[in-house]
């Protein structure tokens, strides 16, 4: 019988030849073995401002130890990481699904609505409680939902304008349609802002929840189905089936309580800035890295050699 073989990944937001350098202290001091380093390529367009580089850990690494020891580098050294099987880093992934809000954008929509409305405190406080899992997020989503009648549907167009894209979308997205990925947004936010990101960065399809108006103006109901975590994970079944492509192919990434069940049902799940029930939950992770992280998180075909 043959011992797994783990790879650990580290991803810097300084693409400085010394980004890793607290890193290569920390490797010496846990073992004298000199560990075989492989250099990341990087997006063109993020160059000198990322960095990413894999270490082929010996067969009799305790990775246990080592994950342990590398979570306080991780706060101090703002360094992204992760340890994986070499198997999972190369498997033929074929399709990524995405959640939205605080993921693939830099805010929560319902709360931008909720601001222009003059109600954003109030449902903002909401929208924390509920991707902390403080809340069930049907019943929080119905509640702020009804909050927002009255509002102009122009208001949509308004916060699209500024609407502020999380970094390395457009990478990350460009890599995974070269790759020939399937992806989908899944979003407990609304259709709208879903469908401007598929426009923009070619998703392949997209769920979310559709905003009811009348007369231009929000009616404060909701539209069933709502996009809550059990749909995002039958989404993410669906969408293989129907695609026939083997779960363990799939990546899901996400931030919330509502993403728990799509990105522990994912083949890889990725918890991007997270809340902490997510982080405690979800073992590969980016906190300081835009969501290109993804991709060193993705090896190569040529490490096959290693497992």
């Known amino acids: ?22 890193l290569n202290n920390a ?3 846990f073992s004298a073995t000199t560990l075989e380093v492989r250099v990341l390529p990087v997006p063109r ?9 894999s270490y082929s850990l ?12 590398l979570r306080e580098l991780d706060r101090e050294a703002a360094l992204d990481w992760a340890i994986q099987t070499v198997t999972s880093r190369v498997r033929p992934y074929r399709l990524a699904v995405f959640d939205m809000d605080s993921t693939l954008i830099q805010c929560e929509v319902i709360d931008e609505l909720a601001r222009v409305a003059g109600v954003g405190a109030q449902v903002a406080a909401i929208t924390d409680r509920a991707m902390r899992g403080e809340l069930d997020f049907q019943e929080s989503f119905i509640e702020r939902v009804a909050l927002l009648k009255g509002l102009e549907l122009n208001a949509v167009d308004r916060i699209l304008e500024v609407m502020p894209i999380t970094e390395g979308v457009s990478e990350l997205l460009l890599t995974l349609r070269a790759r020939g990925v399937y992806t989908a947004i899944l ?22 929840n559709g905003l009811d108006s ?34 363990e192919d799939t990546i899901a990434v996400g931030d919330g309580a509502n993403d728990l069940p799509m990105l522990t ?3 890889l799940g990725v918890a991007y800035a997270a809340k902490p029930l997510v982080q405690a939950q979800v073992d590969l992770q980016l906190n300081h890295v835009g969501l290109d992280g993804v991709l060193y998180y993705l090896g190569a075909g040529s490490e096959l050699n290693d497992a």
């Open 187 to 208: 979003s407990g936010g609304f259709l709208p802002f879903a469908q401007y990101l598929q426009r923009r960065f070619g998703f392949d399809e997209v769920h979310a």
């Open 45 to 53: 367009s993020l160059a000198g401002r990322r960095s990413a580089q």
């Open 1 to 22: 019988m043959t011992n797994t073989r783990y790879t650990l990944t580290a991803i810097s937001a300084n693409g400085q030849p010394d980004a890793f350098a607290p």
């Open 265 to 267: 049902a994912a083949g």
């Open 58 to 69: 010996p067969a009799d690494y305790d990775v246990d130890l080592l994950a342990r020891s």
């Open 214 to 247: 009348d007369g231009g103006v929000l009616t404060g109901k909701v539209q069933a189905p709502i996009v809550d975590g059990d749909y995002k994970r039958k989404a993410l079944l669906d969408i293989a089936e129907r695609k026939n492509i083997a779960l």
């Open 27 to 29: 490797l010496r001091a």
